[in-house]
């Protein structure tokens, strides 16, 4: 397996990232990319497609626009035959951003979502999982 890069918010800065995956063949960016996030432009179609670049979701992207992005990892997806990935997380902030403009109310998986993943994830036993939050519960 080729060496894969992950990579941490980017928050649209496309000139840094794309300086980043110019310089790898492989990478995993891990939530707060800027997908339909206010303020920020499309991301970097074209230098994705250069190499074998992704990325999951994060409370700084939104879920709507990340499902239509080529190079989404859906939340409970195994990629590289061994990497679970799971995005989403919750704002903090939230009561200080807009619905819809800067905040977006399924940013985090529902409950119901979270069981489908929990049942995925123990059919396929995976070694490593990617996550943009791990549940406050493992922090302590």
């Given at each position: 397996?080729?060496?894969?890069r992950?990579?941490?918010?980017?928050?649209?800065?496309?000139?840094?990232?794309?300086?980043?995956?110019?310089?790898c063949?492989?990478?995993?960016?891990?939530g707060d990319?800027?997908v339909?996030f206010?303020?920020?432009?499309?991301?970097p179609?074209?230098?994705?497609?250069?190499g074998?670049?992704?990325?999951i979701?994060s409370n700084?992207?939104?879920?709507?626009?990340?499902?239509?992005?080529p190079?989404?990892?859906?939340?409970?997806?195994?990629?590289?035959d061994?990497?679970?990935?799971?995005?989403?997380?919750?704002s903090?902030?939230?009561?200080?951003?807009?619905e819809?403009?800067?905040?977006?109310?399924?940013?985090?998986?529902?409950?119901?979502?979270?069981?489908?993943?929990?049942?995925?994830?123990e059919?396929?036993?995976?070694?490593?999982?990617v996550?943009?939050?791990?549940?406050e519960?493992l922090?302590?």
């Amino acid at each position: 397996m080729k060496t894969i890069r992950f990579i941490g918010d980017v928050h649209g800065n496309w000139k840094r990232y794309n300086k980043i995956i110019n310089e790898c063949d492989v990478s995993i960016q891990v939530g707060d990319f800027g997908v339909g996030f206010s303020g920020h432009s499309n991301p970097p179609y074209d230098h994705m497609k250069k190499g074998d670049h992704k990325f999951i979701r994060s409370n700084h992207d939104n879920p709507n626009v990340c499902q239509m992005h080529p190079f989404w990892i859906q939340d409970g997806t195994l990629i590289h035959d061994k990497i679970f990935c799971i995005g989403g997380a919750k704002s903090i902030d939230a009561h200080y951003r807009t619905e819809g403009y800067n905040w977006w109310v399924n940013e985090e998986l529902s409950y119901k979502e979270f069981l489908i993943v929990c049942d995925v994830y123990e059919k396929l036993k995976p070694s490593i999982i990617v996550a943009h939050e791990m549940p406050e519960s493992l922090t302590y």
